[in-house]
């Protein structure tokens, strides 16, 4: 009888004791993000993980801000005392869709050997697709943690409207994130944003977030492949471009022209950036954009922009900037149109090295010293 009983005994004592591993989980929520194999045991990545096609790209989007930045080479760089520390945020044209990591606007200012301030300019690629200012303060606050002397902020009005801020992934999936934002930098959150993916007890347990541990396993596992291969996105032999024949369509988001009207715009965001950066001298620019001379293009500059929402928004910014005392650059029109590939923002090598030349001249011209 004694025989029968003890394996149930060891069966109810395991249930018991992964159901306390699962609530200690659930309670503790320990930081595993930031334990990595990247930076230790083969090289960080250039740029932050994302990815819809692991089996190709060897990466994968996550929402664990530690895991992300644990895998960047910035964590497993210490800052020497003759680095002039650049980071770079902004959207999917910062990370560089289509582009090699040495093609990004951060491996071309690399590759020009800049000096600023007596030191060697080193730039780190801390864009993360998709667009909203309030992503951008997410990326920003957490890059602040690595001593930059100067933070270059990308960014176009598409990042603005409000209803763009939260329902990227990446935002939506960090409401703790956000709300620390919004005590410690004034940025505005709605208390009852439907956007944000709210997680029970339940789902704060092992069993119940095994897809975040999954992929943050898979993410160590990847790095494998980016080691060897130096690859961090797929590359399709052909894409469609950019769109030039345009729609005679004035619209714009909720916007009714010719009033872009500020109070549905996240400007606050770009404030509570500035905060976010404290004494540490940030350039907000204006990124290029495709400007289309295909069908309609008298009405629209590209798919993204009417021209008088685009004109509007670009007064604003110099008025607005211009009010706060924001070092601001607006590069909008320096790119040719056959330098963007699959969008009106996503540039090709030779047009990111038009920007980062462009932006070179500024970034010296505006060192402040060490």
Known sequence: MNHDIKPLNVLLKGLLLFLLFNLVIAAWQPQVGSFSLYNVIYPGRERLPFGENPQQSYNLSLFDLDAMFASHVIHGTPKSEDEFRVIV???SSVWGTLLAPEETLAGQLNAANLNACGKHVRAYNLGYPTIS????????????????????????LEAFPLERQTSTPLAANNEEKIRELATSYGLKVAADDSNFVKKLFWGKTFIGD??????????????????????????????????????????????????????GLALNALEAGFRAAGETPMMLVNEPMLISAGANSDIRYNFFYPRWAYDAYREMMFELTGRNGWMYVDLWDIVPADEFTNSAIHLTPAGEKLLADALASYLLEHCEGP
């Open 133 to 156: 200012l309030t992503k951008d303060v997410i990326m920003l606050s957490h890059g602040m943690g690595y001593n930059p002397d100067l933070v270059i902020w990308m960014t176009t």
């Open 210 to 263: 095994r897809r975040a541990w999954a992929d943050l396993i898979r993410l160590q596992i990847y790095g494998v492949m980016w080691a060897s291969t130096g690859i961090d996105q797929f590359y399709p032999a052909n894409y469609e471009r950019a769109q030039t024949d345009l729609d005679a369509d004035e619209t714009y988001h909720n916007f009714i022209p010719p009033n872009l009207n500020e109070g």
């Open 89 to 91: 945020i902004g959207d």
